[in-house]
């Protein structure tokens, strides 16, 4: 391996574990950079490859939108409105990150 590649390999290792750590609050940009580094780090035109970047993009997508529902629910709980505006919002959130998980699903 070259330096680079050792490095990135290291960085990588490295924004694993802050991802690990923060859990479902890791910010959007460590999970983009990891998901960089791990299509750097994954080459190769095989089968295996194909399955393993389309189950990072999953994985990817999954982590982006833990990450927004929990920034999106304690935003919810910081707001002063009434329980049944606030429900209808968080109602059609969810509809739509649904949407989005069953659109990018299809085209798979």
Do not use: C, W
Request: proline share 4%.
């Amino acid at each position: 391996m070259t330096q680079i590649a050792d490095a990135e390999l290291e960085r990588l290792q490295m924004l694993e574990l802050q991802a690990a750590q923060h859990g479902p609050l890791t910010p959007v940009h460590i999970l983009i950079e990891i998901a960089e580094l791990r299509n750097k780090v994954h080459k190769g035109p095989t089968p295996e490859r194909k399955i393993f970047l389309n189950q990072l993009d999953y994985d990817f997508v999954m982590n982006v939108v833990a990450a927004a529902l929990v920034r999106l629910s304690a935003l919810e709980s910081a707001l002063q409105t009434s329980t049944k505006r606030r429900d209808l919002v968080l109602l059609g959130i969810a509809v739509m990150i649904f949407a989005v998980l069953v659109l990018l699903l299809l085209q798979k």
